[in-house]
Each structure stands twice: as structure tokens, then as C-alpha cells.
């Protein structure tokens, strides 16, 4: 019950729920999840921490980024079915839609642009 508690508290947030659609497509790195949701990389980075303790994503870290995707098959039967459902139920919402279509944009800009945009704010 308690994987169940931790998976539904990390779903339980906007900003979180936007962050597991836009890693749907694909590893991302954090600036890019920073560009999309507009937050301070401390509190995107906190978001990616509650997911990450729940199962439902895993990062890497490469040089000087950080990237994240969801949690793969080695991810526990909860955190999967829970994946899908989130995927399923937010297919064709407007909100994730308009995420995908900033993020195309966002994808299209390098790394070091991305962070010295967000340096600036």
C-alpha cells in the first residue's frame, strides 16, 4: 500500500503530471523540463525528485546534465500500470497537446542556450 501512497502523491501535482507527458516522447534533459513548465530549476528538480523516489521516472547524468525518462521495465508493475493510465487518460488533452508543441520548440534549442536563458531569470 505504501508504493501506492508514494505514486499517488507524485501524481497528485500539475506540474509533476506535465513533466511525466513530456518525458512520454523521450529522454529530456532538466533544462529542457525547466523551459516547459517555467519553474525554478529548484523547484523543477524537487517535482523530479518526488517522481523519481515513486518509481515513475530514473535519471542519468552526462557531463554537466542531468537527463530524466520514465521508468522503464525495470520499474515495479505499479509504477508501470500507473505510467499507463496517466498516458492513456491525458492522450489528446489540450494542455499536453500545447506542452508537446513548446517542447518541440524547446528540443530545437541547445542545452547551453537553455541554461543561460534560465541563468538570466
Not at 2 to 22: P, T, Y
Not at 55 to 84: C, H, I, T
Request: glycine letters at 10%; aromatic letters at 4%.
Amino acid at each position: 500500500m505504501n508504493e501506492m501512497l508514494q505514486i499517488a502523491k507524485a501524481l497528485s501535482d500539475r506540474a509533476r503530471l506535465r513533466a511525466v507527458m513530456a518525458l512520454s516522447g523521450g529522454e529530456l534533459c532538466v533544462c529542457q523540463i525547466v523551459g516547459l513548465l517555467g519553474l525554478a530549476p529548484s523547484t523543477v528538480s524537487k517535482h523530479l525528485s518526488v517522481l523519481q523516489q515513486a518509481g515513475l521516472v530514473s535519471s542519468r547524468k552526462e557531463g554537466r546534465w542531468v537527463y530524466f525518462r520514465l521508468a522503464g521495465r525495470d520499474a515495479s508493475p505499479s509504477a508501470q500500470n500507473a505510467l499507463g493510465w496517466v498516458r492513456k487518460a491525458l492522450a489528446g488533452d489540450g494542455s499536453v497537446t500545447r506542452d508537446l508543441l513548446s517542447l518541440q520548440k524547446i528540443t530545437g534549442v541547445s542545452k547551453e542556450e537553455l541554461c543561460r536563458t534560465q541563468a538570466k531569470k
